[in-house]
C-alpha cells in the first residue's frame, strides 16, 4: 500500500498584517504564546516519526533533527 493512497489533505491560508505580527511577537517575547514540541527524532529515525504522526496522538509538533 502507497503512503499517498487515498489520502484526505486540507491546506488552509492565512493572512497576517503588520499589526498581527507584531503582536505576535510581544506574545511570544513575553512567554504568553508557545510552540508546544511533542516529541523530536533523529533524521535517521524519520520514518518513526511519520508513523507516531499518523497514530493522530502527538500534543504538539513533531520534530526532525539533523
Same mark, same amino acid.
Given at each position: 500500500?502507497?503512503?499517498?493512497?487515498? =489520502? &484526505?489533505?486540507? #491546506?488552509?491560508?492565512?493572512?497576517? #498584517?503588520? *499589526?498581527?505580527?507584531?503582536?505576535?511577537?510581544? =506574545?511570544?517575547? %513575553?512567554?504568553?504564546? !508557545? %510552540? !508546544?514540541?511533542?516529541? #523530536? $527524532?533523529?533524521?535517521?529515525?524519520?520514518?518513526? %516519526?511519520? *508513523? $507516531? @504522526?499518523? #497514530?493522530?496522538?502527538?500534543?504538539? &509538533?513533531?520534530? @526532525?533533527?539533523?
Amino acid at each position: 500500500m502507497s503512503v499517498f493512497e487515498k =489520502q &484526505k489533505s486540507e #491546506t488552509i491560508m492565512f493572512s497576517f #498584517t503588520r *499589526e498581527d505580527m507584531n503582536w505576535m511577537l510581544k =506574545q511570544v517575547l %513575553a512567554g504568553k504564546l !508557545v %510552540a !508546544v514540541v511533542d516529541r #523530536t $527524532y533523529p533524521l535517521e529515525k524519520v520514518a518513526h %516519526a511519520h *508513523e $507516531y @504522526i499518523e #497514530t493522530g496522538h502527538s500534543k504538539g &509538533k513533531t520534530g @526532525i533533527d539533523d
